[in-house]
């Protein structure tokens, strides 16, 4: 059994059942509560203990404050007296305080959210999870007569279940980096090289695919290049034949009756039905008529039945530019962005995802940051999914710090009011 679970064995349902009286909520909220709090006090006390003068100072609370692990034994009949409840909460405010120092107000807030308690409640169970842990610690410290560096070593023991044992709203928090398990066991090794394997042969496949088409579209186009080519030359000549030329008249000018049945083009405004003239009938002396009036005469009836329908077509420019205009301004509308910040351009996450699909547009950023003595702050914008914009805000920590960015040189704050399509925005200073 590790280390946490022995802490929670400790918290009875009746012992949970006087904490939900205590504070005015459900039975099943408050259990879940109390087991965030005590893991999350107890990553608070492994982050705090980063030296030997950090882990001196945790020996010097736990022998000062009597925290000897009485109390375990005792929490059941504290639970049930209101005033003695209400003391351990007020010893166990200093020492989260302490330890915690400026995370204990982002850990209530996340603790509210996921166990669906007030934050008044996540306060007071995160103060009471205090004096428990550090019970515990001190029963193991005597139990094993541990001193520094017996201390050191256990925390190193029980580091990576605590922290793996976080959700990620409050592992963001304490910004730990979990640990990788690079040792492969013996019977993972064959099959992991297999894999390797059989990556290797589809990404050979992927590039000599490409080439293989392409070889076979040549082959094809010489083959059908050279039958075309037969094809031509085995083909009689053609034997022209002239035919004599009748005289014309003017009727040989008018269109066909099987042209004027054919289907109208696109480009070609059409005269409407309405407007069609009728068929004239000619007296055998208009038929001498020149060809040159005939024709001029045809050619004005289509030019005025052709100029009706254009007018129609004819748009308000003024129109066009006022939709224009106001599909601009809806656009700039959506993204706005605080004083003083500044956006992330283009298409850096995934959709709808923390994930960095484009680590080169923060290329920028890099190149202020490293090997200097510049900060940055990344806040979430108000606007929008919030969680997405923490876990973006987050991820963007992440993958500057394994480019090589210091962990001090990063902040991420509290969420500010603006918009944008990624959903959080940066700022640099000196």
Known sequence: ???????????????????????????????????????????????????????????????????????????????????????????????????????????????????????????????????????????????????????????????????????????????????????????????????KEKIKSKVNLLVILPWLILGIAGLSVLYFAKFDKKETTDMPPATITEKPQEDLIPEDFLPDSSVANLPIEKNIVPIPSEVKPEPIQKPADEVKKSPETTQKQSDAEVKKEVSKPAEKKETNPQEKNTKETSTIKNSESEIKTPAGWSAINGTAFKKNSAEISNSSILNVILSQLKNSNKNISISPLSSGNRTLAEDRAYALREMLIEKGVSEDQITVSKSVSGSNPNGIVYRISN
Request: hydrophobic share 40%.
């Open 1 to 195: 059994m590790d280390f946490l679970s022995k802490i929670k064995n400790t918290i009875t349902a009746k012992t949970v059942e006087n904490l939900a009286t205590f504070l005015g909520e459900k039975t099943d909220n408050v259990e879940s509560g109390i087991g965030l709090c005590l893991n999350s006090f107890m990553a608070g006390v492994l982050k705090y203990a980063h030296s030997d003068v950090e882990l001196k100072n945790i020996i010097n609370v736990l022998n000062d404050g009597g925290h000897t692990g009485d109390i375990l034994n005792n929490i059941e009949s504290f639970s049930s007296n209101f005033e003695k409840t209400q003391l351990l909460v007020t010893i166990g405010n200093n020492i989260s305080s302490h330890f915690l120092a400026n995370k204990a107000q982002l850990l209530v807030e996340k603790i509210s959210g996921i166990s669906e308690i007030r934050k008044t409640s996540a306060s007071s169970l995160l103060s009471l999870s205090a004096p428990i842990v550090l019970g515990f610690i001190g029963k193991t410290m005597k139990e094993h007569n541990f001193d520094l560096v017996g201390l050191r070593n256990h925390f190193k023991e029980i580091n990576e279940p605590i922290i793996n044992s976080l959700p990620p709203a409050i592992n963001n928090i304490f910004q730990f980096k979990k640990s990788v398990n690079t040792s492969v066991p013996g019977n993972l090794q064959s099959s992991n090289v297999a894999k």
